[in-house]
């Protein structure tokens, strides 16, 4: 069974940073490719970055671009969103999902507050 | 980027209801490798989204059998046969078939 646990979240200031880490169990992390999705609050989802299955390959909206950056470490089984210059507009609950054309596995998330 | 329309925005239902929601894309979603990449995810309030259907009618394990999906190209349809309580939340189709994943503003179902 596919289980991720994203932690990092908190309340920073707006131009502050933050890393968000997802622990992975349950599949063969180094297999899939791995994406990071936020929600608003009270709005829909939103895909942020995805990240191939050995890092080779990083994609990011365009909103993010620039200012957040999405790792993993294989050998930990963890996938990481770093977070620069962060805006008021990101404050979300930013989870972690198995990617492969299936965003599957949805952990609990982890909420970023952006705020002065 | 693909656009997922998604409807009704909220739908009403009695217990033991059959309901269906529409989600329209705004281009094929028929990948060259030949599979077709539209999910549906549930969101129950207070929940992360669970995956319910995957490559369009393909079942998510320990998924109840009431939920079925269908469609091709670029209409699909989410069915729940005889809607019972724990279905209510936010249902989602998102498609991975074109970068980036997009997602469809949601659905709310909610109990009349």
Redesign the interface.
């Known amino acids: 069974e596919v289980q991720l646990v994203e932690s990092g979240g908190g309340l920073v200031q707006p131009g502050r940073s933050l890393k968000l880490s997802c622990a992975a169990s349950g599949f063969t992390f180094s297999n899939y490719g791995m994406?990071w999705?936020r929600q608003a609050p009270t709005k829909?989802?939103?895909?942020v970055a995805?990240i191939s299955y050995d890092g080779s390959s990083t994609?990011y909206?365009d909103s993010v671009k620039g200012r957040f950056t999405i790792s993993r470490d294989n050998a930990k089984s963890t996938l990481y969103l770093q977070m620069d210059s962060l805006r008021s507009e990101d404050t979300a609950t930013y989870?972690c999902a198995r990617?492969g054309?299936?965003?599957?596995?949805?952990?609990?998330?982890t909420l970023v507050t952006v705020s002065s | 980027d693909v656009v997922l329309t998604q409807t009704p925005p909220t739908l009403s239902a009695t217990i033991g209801q059959s309901v269906s929601i529409s989600c329209r894309s705004s281009q094929s979603l028929l990948?060259s490798n030949g599979?077709t990449?539209l999910?549906w995810?549930l969101?129950r309030p207070g929940q992360?989204?669970?995956?319910l259907i995957?490559?369009v009618s393909r079942l998510?394990s320990g998924v109840p059998n009431r939920f079925s999906g269908s469609g091709s190209g670029t209409d699909f349809t989410l069915k729940i046969s005889g809607v019972e309580a724990e279905d209510l939340g936010?249902y989602?189709c998102?498609q991975?078939?074109h970068?980036?994943?997009?997602?469809?503003?949601?659905t709310k179902l909610e109990l009349k």
């Open positions: 994406a999705v829909g989802l939103e895909w995805t994609y909206r989870y990617h054309g299936i965003l599957r596995g949805w952990g609990q998330g | 990948h599979n990449y999910n995810l969101q992360p989204p669970q995956l995957y490559l998510e936010v989602y998102v991975s078939t970068a980036p994943d997009t997602f469809g503003a949601g």
